[in-house]
């Protein structure tokens, strides 16, 4: 599955299973298809960014051990740089974010 988000200010599309991920870190339900509001978008940019920092600090622990390993993964915090930048952009704007099933 993939996840389209969309607003006034831009879009993209992610892999599904990361987009329901950091929709959880958002402290959204996961549900497909939905949005947020423009009023609720600054408190799940908090919740979001808390969510990656907690996760980063775990994948850097295992990254320690994984060290002779030649390919790495695209972190978490790489996936979730266009969802932070639309979420910051829409603030701006003060508009909403919406995804669906793509």
Not at 3 to 29: E, I, P, Q, Y
Not at 56 to 63: R, Y
Not at 76 to 99: F, G, H
Request: net charge negative; aromatic share 4%.
């Amino acid at each position: 599955m993939l996840v389209k988000f969309d607003s006034d200010v831009g879009g993209f599309t992610m892999f599904g299973d990361v987009a329901l991920r950091l929709l959880k870190m958002m402290g959204h339900s996961g549900t497909v298809p939905s949005a947020i509001l423009a009023e609720d978008i600054p408190a799940a940019i908090k919740r979001l960014e808390v969510g990656l920092a907690s996760a980063s600090g775990v994948a850097a622990e295992q990254g320690e051990q994984d060290d002779k390993e030649e390919e790495r993964p695209v972190s978490i915090d790489q996936r979730a740089y266009p969802l932070l930048e639309l979420l910051r952009n829409a603030t701006r704007k003060n508009c909403s974010v919406m995804w669906d099933k793509e």
